[in-house]
Each structure stands twice: as C-alpha cells, then as structure tokens.
C-alpha cells in the first residue's frame, strides 16, 4: 500500500524531503557523537543521592566540548559510508592516497586533489566529479559543517596519505 501524500523521486518535492531525512540523520548522529563524547553518565548525572536531593550539574560543560575532529567527524557526518580509509570500493572515491594525488575526472582530463580542491569536493560535491564515480553526494555539508569541521576533514584525508 502507496500513501499519496509521500512524494516520490520524480516528485519536486522530493528534494526537501530528502534533505529534511538527511539533517534529520545527521542530527541523531551528531547527538549520538555527543553522548560518545561528553558521556551518558555525565549527561544523565542528575540523579538524587543518598539524602533524597539532586546531584550537581555534571562538571563537564557542553558548551566547553569540542567538535568532533578528522576520523571522528568523517564516521558522525556519515563520509565513510561512502568513502573508503583503505582503499577499498565504495560509492565514493577512497580517501586512501588521495590528498595531493592527480584525480582523472569525469569528461576527462585530471585534477590535483589539493586542499582547494578537498574542500570544493565537501562544500560543492558536483563541480568536480571523479572518473568513474556517481554524482551522489549531499550537497547540503557547505551549510551543516563549520568551515573547522571541513579543515578537520581535510587534515585527516591528508593524513591518510
């Protein structure tokens, strides 16, 4: 059974529900990230002790924690379920050798895969596209990463050699 009000592919609306399924996604991630991070003791420390009264506030302040960085980031904002660390195939080039490599790009000729062209790559996934690759990316990481969060991406490609 179809409900109507769904849209499908072909639908114009279907771009904004998609986009709404990935912000939503990747805000479940990112508060899973910051339950790993901070804690879940230290999130849910408000139980009463002994006495009966409320414990203190965690010491941990989340407005003090910083954001995911290189691996971390690229595993919560979902990178490596397209992109491989070990040079193996997925939908996505690996990042296994790529920073600082000649990448063969669609319609041909090639393109230096440099910090300019890593960070087009994030914030603007279809201007440049990979030989062989479809153009499947979200294109929305331009208005969910901070502009720290795509150096952090970078700097970890870059380290994987």
Same mark, same amino acid.
């Given at each position: 059974?179809?409900?109507?009000?769904?849209?499908?592919?072909?639908?114009?609306?279907?771009?904004?529900?998609?986009?709404?399924?990935?912000?939503?996604?990747?805000?479940?991630?990112?508060?899973?990230?910051?339950?790993?991070?901070?804690?879940?003791?230290?999130?849910?420390?408000?139980?009463?002790?002994?006495?009966?009264?409320?414990?203190?506030?965690?010491?941990?302040?989340?407005?003090?924690?910083?954001?995911?960085?290189?691996?971390?980031?690229?595993?919560?904002?979902?990178?490596?379920?397209?992109?491989?660390?070990? @040079?193996?195939?997925?939908?996505?080039?690996?990042?296994?050798?790529?920073?600082?490599?000649?990448?063969?790009?669609?319609?041909?000729?090639?393109?230096?895969?440099?910090?300019?062209?890593?960070?087009?790559?994030?914030?603007?996934?279809?201007?440049?596209?990979?030989? @062989?690759?479809?153009?499947?990316?979200?294109?929305?990481?331009?208005?969910?990463?901070?502009?720290?969060?795509?150096?952090?991406?970078?700097?970890?490609?870059?380290?994987? @050699?």
């Amino acid at each position: 059974m179809t409900d109507s009000n769904l849209p499908t592919s072909s639908d114009p609306r279907w771009d904004g529900f998609a986009l709404g399924a990935a912000v939503g996604a990747t805000t479940t991630l990112l508060l899973f990230a910051l339950v790993l991070v901070v804690g879940w003791d230290q999130l849910t420390d408000a139980a009463a002790d002994d006495s009966g009264a409320v414990a203190s506030a965690p010491s941990t302040s989340l407005a003090v924690i910083a954001p995911p960085q290189g691996a971390e980031l690229a595993q919560v904002a979902g990178c490596i379920a397209c992109h491989s660390v070990d @040079g193996g195939e997925l939908i996505g080039p690996t990042w296994l050798g790529a920073a600082g490599s000649e990448r063969p790009i669609e319609g041909g000729g090639s393109v230096l895969a440099d910090r300019a062209y890593l960070r087009e790559s994030i914030v603007d996934p279809g201007a440049v596209i990979v030989a @062989g690759f479809p153009d499947v990316m979200v294109k929305t990481f331009a208005d969910i990463l901070s502009d720290a969060e795509i150096d952090a991406l970078i700097d970890y490609i870059e380290s994987l @050699g």
